[in-house]
């Protein structure tokens, strides 16, 4: 697990830990604006956790591909 994915997995934890307040029904507007910077801040890890796995399912296709066109040569 590399320290990026240490980081996103940390932040999702406070994420949810930071949900708990308005779910036990505490009404405070700090909480509002922890809230909207998490949301901020998680959106942006989802972006980014979605490009790499497209970058990593683009780079099996490359690989796919190349293992095909060897397979094919041997024959």
């Known amino acids: 697990m590399t320290n990026k994915e240490k980081f996103e ?3 999702t934890l406070l994420a949810i830990l930071a949900l708990w307040p308005v779910i036990l029904g505490w009404e405070n ?3 509002q604006v922890i809230l909207s910077v998490f949301l901020v801040v998680f959106v942006v890890l989802v972006v980014h956790k979605i490009r790499r796995i ?3 399912y683009k780079e099996s ?5 190349n ?6 040569k041997d024959d």
Do not use: C, D, N, Q
């Not at 293992?67 to 094919?72: F, G, H, M, P």
């Open 61 to 65: 296709m490359v690989e796919a591909k």
């Open 29 to 31: 507007p700090i909480y």
């Open 54 to 56: 497209r970058g990593m």
């Open 67 to 72: 293992r095909k066109t060897l397979e094919s």
């Open 9 to 11: 997995a940390g932040f």
